[in-house]
């Protein structure tokens, strides 16, 4: 199977002519309202894949003593500016500002995140990982999904999309009692795993063979290292790597929303 490096790669090629193909070019604004050090990394990712597929982007760095007033005023202009396609609003936000106030603020025809119940676009980390699982022919119709983690941007997005893919669907969260999880995974012919721990998934558990993996989880080793919630090489028929997995996939549909916006 390809790698998730050469898919991405592909998909980008495939942005780029389409991008050159327009006589405006897709606009994206980035919000910053931090100086963390992950997000700051995050955002460099983002800048340079847009730039990659020919489109333009600006970041506007705020400091994080921006009162919830400014960043809302802020968002307001660029729901109205006609230059900006689709913007994002990078997370975390400084405590004294209120996440979910912002994330309703938000134009739903921009919001290229899909953080507003009626934004126009899915949240990338499932679109990504949906886009890439129907590139790659996944069957998907009348097999089992387990996906563990029920957060609004990863978990509950993906159940549904799965869902709609005519899959059955399981939802473990943290009170999921570890018999049962033991049970869900045995059964499950697809598994998104989005918990953030790192060894959640190991070999201890009985996996389909023909079972697909696919890590969400962004995780610190004791060696620094990045790893996913999986242990290596875990015994079935595919497993996406961390890095150069989901992340990657994130990072592609981010793109593919701002083409649509
Ligand atoms: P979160 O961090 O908000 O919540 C974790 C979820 O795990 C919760 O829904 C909780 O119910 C579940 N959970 C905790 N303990 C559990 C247990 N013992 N059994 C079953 N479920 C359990 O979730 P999130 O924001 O979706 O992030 C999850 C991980 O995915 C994090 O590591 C995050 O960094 C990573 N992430 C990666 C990307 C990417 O692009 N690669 C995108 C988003 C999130």
């Given at each position: 199977m390809?790698?998730i490096?050469?898919y991405?790669?592909i998909?980008k090629?495939?942005?780029?002519?389409?991008?050159?193909?327009?006589?405006?070019?897709?606009?994206?604004?980035?919000?910053?309202?931090n100086?963390?050090?992950?997000?700051n990394?995050?955002?460099?990712?983002k800048l340079k894949?847009?730039?990659?597929i020919?489109?333009?982007?600006d970041?506007?760095k705020?400091?994080?003593t921006?009162?919830?007033?400014?960043?809302l005023?802020?968002?307001d202009?660029l729901n109205?500016?006609?230059?900006?396609?689709?913007?994002?609003?990078q997370?975390?936000?400084p405590?004294?500002i209120?996440?979910?106030?912002v994330?309703?603020?938000?134009?739903?025809?921009k919001?290229?995140d899909?953080?507003?119940?009626?934004s126009?676009?899915?949240?990338?980390?499932?679109?990504?990982?949906?886009?890439?699982?129907?590139?790659?022919q996944?069957?998907?119709?009348?097999?089992?999904?387990?996906?563990i983690?029920?957060?609004e941007?990863?978990?509950?997005?993906?159940?549904?999309?799965?869902?709609?893919?005519n899959?059955?669907?399981?939802i473990?969260h943290?009170?999921?009692?570890?018999?049962?999880?033991?049970?869900?995974?045995a059964?499950?012919d697809?598994?998104v795993?989005?918990v953030g721990?790192?060894?959640?998934?190991?070999?201890d558990?009985?996996?389909?063979k023909?079972?697909?993996?696919i890590?969400v989880?962004i995780?610190?080793?004791?060696?620094?290292?990045?790893?996913?919630?999986?242990?290596?090489d875990?015994?079935?028929?595919?497993?996406?790597?961390?890095p150069g997995?989901v992340?990657?996939?994130?990072?592609?549909?981010?793109?593919i929303?701002?083409?649509?916006a």
């Amino acid at each position: 199977m390809i790698t998730i490096k050469e898919y991405v790669n592909i998909k980008k090629k495939e942005l780029c002519e389409k991008v050159s193909l327009v006589s405006k070019k897709p606009h994206i604004t980035i919000v910053q309202v931090n100086d963390d050090y992950a997000s700051n990394a995050y955002i460099r990712g983002k800048l340079k894949d847009v730039e990659e597929i020919g489109a333009i982007s600006d970041l506007i760095k705020l400091p994080v003593t921006t009162t919830e007033e400014e960043l809302l005023k802020l968002i307001d202009k660029l729901n109205n500016d006609s230059s900006v396609d689709g913007f994002i609003v990078q997370l975390p936000l400084p405590k004294t500002i209120n996440e979910a106030k912002v994330k309703l603020a938000i134009n739903p025809q921009k919001d290229l995140d899909g953080f507003h119940p009626l934004s126009k676009f899915l949240p990338a980390t499932p679109k990504g990982i949906l886009t890439f699982l129907e590139d790659e022919q996944f069957d998907f119709e009348g097999k089992n999904a387990l996906v563990i983690g029920r957060s609004e941007i990863v978990g509950k997005p993906m159940a549904r999309l799965l869902l709609n893919k005519n899959m059955t669907v399981a939802i473990a969260h943290s009170k999921t009692p570890s018999n049962v999880l033991k049970d869900l995974v045995a059964m499950a012919d697809l598994i998104v795993v989005a918990v953030g721990k790192s060894n959640f998934l190991t070999n201890d558990f009985n996996f389909k063979k023909s079972c697909f993996v696919i890590d969400v989880g962004i995780n610190r080793d004791s060696d620094n290292k990045l790893v996913g919630d999986c242990e290596k090489d875990l015994k079935v028929a595919y497993q996406s790597p961390v890095p150069g997995g989901v992340g990657l996939l994130t990072r592609l549909a981010l793109l593919i929303n701002l083409l649509e916006a």
